[in-house]
């Protein structure tokens, strides 16, 4: 029974044995998994740091030929742009001169147009006066001659009408002078057929 208290407490102290060297193993492990974590930790951000150092050389190398690529074309924009404002102001200048000469020309036309305008307007007037005298003559003695025809027609129309006028008075009397003739006469004969009835009634009344 010793035997068997000395084997179960052999057995109890190896098992805590075991379980405490279980307990530094596991400690152990939990101690090599930290520092290899702070390791690889460390590692990845050494490895992180080198990589964004490189990353940051790579985006400022590119950047800065970014920079020089859009500075030249900057550059060339405004070398552009500012060839076509010189351009557009030479124009300018030019279209400028050229409206400045077309204004002094169409000045000088203007005033030489003017003047031949003038010089055409006074013979045209005196040209006209001239036709106009002469038309006014003309047409004058056209009225001249219509008046004459007219007051030769209208003198003509009064003694026909004054002509006329007595004839049919003439007339009138004649035919009035007629009429009273021949009813006088035949006054006369119906006075004779009434005596000549008379005395056939006279007579028949006799018999």
Known sequence: RFVETMKLIACITFHLIRLEEQKHEAAAVT????WRRAKIRADHKSMCDGAIMIQRTVRMFVQSKRFALRVRSVVKIQSVFRGALCRKEAERRAVSAIVLQRTWRMQCCRS???KKKRCALKAQALFRAYACVRQYHAMREGVICIQRLYRSHVEKQRHHAKRDSAAIV???AIRGYIARER????????KLITIEEQKHEAA???V
Do not use: N, S
């Not at 101690?31 to 930290?34: A, I, K, S, T």
């Not at 009813?183 to 119906?190: C, G």
């Open 31 to 34: 101690v090599q998994r930290h």
């Open 112 to 114: 030489l147009f003017l």
């Open 170 to 172: 003439m007339q009138c």
């Open 183 to 190: 009813f006088v006469e035949t006054m006369k004969l119906l």
């Open 204 to 206: 028949a009344v006799t």
